[in-house]
């Protein structure tokens, strides 16, 4: 089995900047494909970035040029660092895993989930 946990949500201003951490544990591979969803209050769970297992980074466009995904496959860590926050940014974010090399921008793609981690923006 494959053990996902985030850390690093919080309430950051509008502006700012935040990391969230994900560890990562069990039977996992470092060429499996990583990505991060986010749930706004109300709303469906979106997809927000993958990281493919040759390192490839795939964005959605309202987070394009803000936000970055990577991997430190030495202490099987995925982070997502988040800057200039907007309030839309607000959700609960998850990360999750996929037992193939390429990428997944959908919810099916992937076979692993962590419990997530909030995330409020306020103005």
């Known amino acids: 089995q494959v053990q996902l946990v985030e850390s690093g949500g919080g309430l950051p201003q509008a502006g700012g900047s935040l990391r969230l951490s994900c560890k990562r544990s069990?039977?996992?591979?470092?060429?499996?494909?990583m990505g991060w969803f986010r749930q706004p209050p109300g709303k469906g769970r979106e997809f927000v970035a993958t990281?493919?297992?040759?390192?490839?980074?795939i964005y959605a466009d309202s987070v394009k040029g803000r936000f970055t995904i990577s991997t430190d496959n030495a202490e099987n860590m995925v982070y997502l660092q988040m800057n200039s926050l907007k309030r839309e940014d607000t959700a609960v974010y998850y990360c999750a895993a996929r037992p193939f090399y390429t990428g997944g921008t959908h919810l099916g793609d992937y076979n692993y989930w962590g419990q997530g981690t909030q995330v409020i923006v306020s103005s």
């Open positions: 069990g039977h996992i591979i470092s060429s499996y494909a």
């Open positions: 990281i493919t297992g040759s390192g490839t980074e």
